[in-house]
């Protein structure tokens, strides 16, 4: 299947920091992307859904300020999450679709002390 | 909304035993996704059923889509530890923009 990568794979920060996270599809264009949060032992929340060069569209209740996304080409999409707070800890997955299908990252685990 | 509702939220049983997911809504999909998801890992497409009726196999899982694609079922067949996991059903909605989860079923299965 068709592969996309996540990068750091994991990342401690201070709160009040902000970190980006990228998403990458290797080996095929990704028209639209998504990304999505997840607690432990819970399925995925869907945070936001990006197409290459036009703003995201946010899921009710995730903040735009706060989770900003770039898609600014066919292979490349990013999530940055400003002033990072505890609460803002999770496992943040994003996934890539194209012509090809829709694959998953392998997600960043994100933790903010 | 399409929802997906999966069931049982959490099993755990021993190594040899057989065991159904399921995976159910008030919607019809035009298909249905199933996804195993390891700790520290993303999802990983397991298969995905388009057919009313259809059934897929592989190995020892049996994938089964309704005949009115409002449901599916994964079956397992001699659980080993190495099934452990979180199993995700997935459909696209009706627009077609973008994947709608079940819950999610954490298996674990005891050596």
């Known amino acids: 299947g068709a592969v996309v990568s996540q990068h750091p794979s994991w990342v401690i920060c201070k709160s009040g920091t902000s970190v980006k996270i990228e998403c990458r599809s290797l080996d095929f264009q990704a028209t639209t992307m998504f990304w999505y949060r997840q607690f432990p032992k819970q399925s995925l929340m869907l945070m936001a859904t990006s197409n290459e060069g036009s703003k995201a569209t946010y899921e009710q209740g995730v903040e735009k300020d706060k989770f900003l996304i770039n898609h600014a080409s066919l292979t490349l999409s990013t999530l940055t999450v400003t002033s990072a707070h505890p609460e803002d800890s999770s496992f943040y997955i994003c996934?890539?679709?194209?012509?090809?299908?829709?694959?998953f990252g392998p997600g960043t685990r994100l933790t903010v002390t | 909304t399409q929802l997906l509702e999966q069931s049982p939220q959490f099993l755990s049983i021993q190594e040899g035993e057989n065991l159904t997911v399921y995976c159910n809504s008030s919607?019809?999909?035009?298909?249905l996704q199933w996804y195993r998801q390891e700790p520290g890992e993303g999802p990983v497409l397991l298969v995905t059923?388009?057919?009313?009726?259809e059934v897929k196999k592989l190995k020892r899982l049996t994938f089964q889509f309704g005949d009115a694609r409002k449901d599916s079922s994964l079956h397992i067949t001699a659980a080993q530890p190495g099934d452990t996991g979180l199993y995700l059903c997935?459909?696209?909605?009706?627009?077609?923009?973008?994947?709608?989860f079940g819950e999610g079923t954490q298996l674990t299965v005891n050596p």
């Open positions: 997935a459909g696209p909605e009706t627009s077609g923009s973008r994947l709608t």
């Open positions: 059923v388009v057919t009313g009726g």
């Open positions: 996934s890539a679709r194209g012509q090809v299908g829709q694959y």
């Open positions: 919607s019809v999909f035009s298909s």
